[in-house]
């Protein structure tokens, strides 16, 4: 079955960097897409980062753009997000996500990042 295991959340300094991890297992990882999203308390899921198959085609939230990266590693079924500068608002719950070719939408249990001094 599909699984999405997302790790590297912890508490962090305004102004530091953190890399989170998301192991993908139970589909052609390869060639689908994959995105990272995040929730802040009381707030709605947010896109943060797409990276299309093969790593191709980047895309990010207005809000991060510059300070994040999206990255995979095909051999390894992971994908990554470096983030750096990081900022107060950044705070949230960081989910991996993807689709798969049958249209089915598979979400991690999420990892916490919190920003603060």
């Known amino acids: 079955q599909v699984q999405l295991v997302e790790s590297g959340g912890n508490l962090v300094q305004p102004g530091g960097s953190l890399r989170l991890s998301c192991a993908a297992s139970?589909?052609?990882?390869?060639?689908?897409?994959m995105r990272w999203y995040r929730q802040a308390p009381g707030k709605e899921r947010e896109l943060v980062a797409t990276?299309?198959?093969?790593?191709?085609?980047?895309n990010y939230a207005d809000s991060v753009k510059g300070r994040f990266t999206i990255s995979r590693d095909n051999a390894r079924n992971m994908v990554y997000l470096q983030m750096n500068s990081l900022k107060i608002e950044d705070t949230a719950i960081y989910y991996c996500?993807?689709?798969?070719?049958?249209?089915?939408?598979?979400w991690g249990q999420g990892t916490q990042v919190t920003v603060s001094s």
């Open positions: 996500y993807t689709k798969t070719s049958d249209f089915r939408v598979y």
């Open positions: 990276i299309g198959t093969y790593g191709g085609g980047t």
């Open positions: 139970g589909f052609p990882f390869s060639t689908t897409a």
